[in-house]
């Protein structure tokens, strides 16, 4: 029999349609800008901010989305004669191909649409938002909101290679998550799941506060204990962060019963 | 592709579904697995599959456990009653996915019978009524050629040309490209002549596994007047009686010799043979039958 390694094709086919969304996604989102512009042209509104800006705030939810979709296709793959090993091998490398494509083709979008539509941004600082916010709520609801809302971020002007690969980071742990918790759902009942989201709260506002403080970015104070922590150490705890989901899916999808 | 199973069981929590499955399909051969609702039919096939794991005991195909190994997972398709009111691919997209990843697919082959079963290619499949998707599936399941192709009922939504035309591009097929088909049913008189072997399951267990023609010739009715029947019959395994005055019937599983014909001809009985329906019936519904009497 020849021998056929299937997940290089599960990686590009998933990779391909992901993109398709994603570009979905762009579309809206451009919708979204032009009117933005067009009010303030027209109508002096708010101020906009830059399409690159407004798709950082919001494809980590896109993200999270697609992931949790992504069990979808396990028993796709299964059905087709593919391994569940095989399934997760491709679906991970589309996963981190999509977390890399997205933020760089939203920059060059944005670089495309400030070359021809020539107004002022608003250069929001997404960071400090964070400090705002604590000192009012100041409680675990309030973190755990924000932590989902707000990603660590770091400003394209300053340094745009750590930007960009910080903003994969983002969309890559909350492609993570949301695959994770899917994975949950479909191998467990209803209460592991719901302790499958818990757990990814966590894991979330773990990993950003680690990658805050390698960043030298505000933290919710709840974490300040941890700020002193030596770089070395917070991108050693980052990379554990980003596999043990990693694992986790593949511990829950290695030898799981195919739903019918 | 030689299957072999050994004392597979499956348990869901205390349920026993599978118990003590052992058999093993050496040839390229359409197999029959008959079975009544809740006999474990599914699961069994899902196992095969590596859809799901066994509780205990082993499957090998070739000498290979089947389970995540790439080079027998991609030679076994199994199809069952999918539900696609949420594909909204069409049949050609669809069918190019399924190419990409099964290595003797013929799309040729695909295409003339998507369009014997008036299949529109364009069309979602979503918007296909339940026998149309059926006979998607039947399409892909003969077009994809793998070494051993099960089909779990999927006929069932079909309408009867569409049956027909599938069991004759089944043979036609099969005489072609041998390979190994399993297929339950419930549709036993309809498709019985499509059957090489007949495996039959019973409350997660095999009760038996023959070829077809040695196993109908194992079920008689004997008819004639009640005494001599009895008589006759003796102590042969009987599965059902029908009497209609001093009228007798009684299906016997078991063989008769030349002399107990000849025996039961001058005594003016008549032995006729049972078909596999029959001896489906009666093999798997006697008991019951007995039990709320």
Known sequence: MKQNNHFPKVALDMYMMQLAWTLGFFGIMLIIHFWRIGRLTFFQGDEVDTFYNSVFTTANIFMLVIGIICIHFLPHYVENGVTRKDYFKGALLASIGLSISLPVLAFIISSIIKAIVNINYREADINSVIQEIDGDIGDIIGDIVQAIILSPHVDLSSNWLLALGVFSLNLFMYYLLGWLISASFYKYDFIIGIVSIVASILILMFGDTMIRIALDLPIFDRFSALASLPTSITLFVILLVILLPVWIIRQLTKRVTIKM | ?293
């Open chain 2, 1 to 293: 592709m030689n299957v072999k199973v050994e004392n597979l069981g499956l348990h869901y929590g205390r349920d026993e579904a599978l118990k003590n499955i052992t058999f093993e399909l050496t040839e390229k051969k359409i197999y029959g697995l008959l079975g009544r609702n809740g006999a474990g039919k599914t699961s069994f096939l899902s196992i095969l599959a590596s859809f799901r794991e066994a509780t205990s005991g082993s499957i090998t195909m070739d000498g290979e456990v089947p389970f995540e190994n790439a080079n027998i997972m991609q030679q076994v398709l199994f199809l069952y009653n999918k539900d696609y009111k949420d594909e909204s691919d069409n049949v050609k997209s669809l069918l190019e996915d399924v190419q990409r990843y099964r290595p003797n697919f013929d799309i040729d082959y695909a295409e003339h019978l998507i369009k014997r079963f008036k299949l529109d290619k364009k069309k979602p499949l979503k918007k296909f009524s339940k026998g149309m998707q059926s006979a998607f599936n039947v399409a892909v399941g003969l077009a994809t050629r793998a070494e051993i192709t099960i089909f779990d009922e999927v006929y069932l939504g079909m309408d009867a040309p569409s049956r027909d035309i599938f069991y004759k591009e089944l043979l036609q097929d099969q005489a072609d490209h041998p390979r190994v088909f399993i297929l339950s049913t419930h549709l036993v008189s309809e498709m019985d002549y499509l059957f090489d072997e007949v495996i039959l399951l019973h409350k997660g267990e095999i009760l038996l596994h023959e070829d077809v023609d040695s196993f109908t010739t194992k079920g008689a009715k004997v008819t004639g007047s009640k005494d001599l029947v009895d008589e006759f019959v003796g102590s042969k395994k009987q599965l059902n009686t029908e009497q209609l005055g001093d009228t007798k019937a009684i299906f016997i599983y078991g063989e008769f010799s030349q002399e107990e014909r000849k025996a039961a001809s001058h005594a003016g009985l008549e032995i006729s043979n049972l078909s596999l329906q029959d001896l489906f019936i009666h093999l798997t519904g006697e008991e019951e039958e007995y039990e709320t009497k």
